[in-house]
């Protein structure tokens, strides 16, 4: 299931601001999260360009799961954040399982500079915007699950700060489709329903998080394919930079087009 998965709806309907203040109220049982060891409201400071951080949960009920994610803090502290980074381990998703925990530690990645969504996709917001959380305050949300959304006990605010950086190389992407390099300005194309052999490379050897529209891209297996029969794939490759080479964000686009159709 999606981490993110309209965590924001939930924190809305309770009014945030309100759940934050109440963050230390008490439940039935004794729920408790920790960030890096430290309390609800505590600021993680001095933090690398990107960071894994220690989430750890005790006494989670049975009937309770529990969502992490790290966001830009809104305008309005009291409002539901709407620009949240969504690559790899930076939301996390605790499940139910029908049974207390005395003890749960999950690992949750926070970057300086993300390009920040909005997790309710049933608000309609599809917008994006370049967030640094050197210049603006960012923090690391957690929310109950289920019916346990709108209860305040399992919401925890964890502010980020990062250390600043020097100035740093612009990064680049290598793409390779069908063991060919892919020129700039090119739109390839791709076949509907079939894998393809595709390859995504950093300058920096950095990582990126790779989504995509209209297609599906596996790193994994380094394959990417057409899922509609005629039409556009948009691939958006994005990074969160390091100490050396800045943030990255570009587009690619291929043409789906599918040869059994008949003309």
Known sequence: MNARMNIVAAAGSLGLGAALMAGTAQAVEPFDATLNGLPNNSVIADLPPSSDLSLAVANLPAQAGLYGIHCAVPVDPRGAPTRCDSAAGTAIFITPVGVDRAEIVESITVNAE???????????????????????????????????FVNPTYLRFFSTEFAAVGPREDDAMKLRLRNKPVAENAVPRLRYGKDVRFTVRMTSGLTPTVTSTNCRVDLDTKTIRGLVRNGNCTVVVTTAGDTEFAPFVSEQKFKIRDRSAKR
């Open 114 to 148: 993300f390009i920040g969504s909005n997790p309710n996709r049933a608000s309609g917001d599809q917008g994006t915007d370049a967030i640094d959380c050197r210049e603006q305050a960012c923090a690391v949300y957690t929310l109950g699950s289920g019916r346990e």
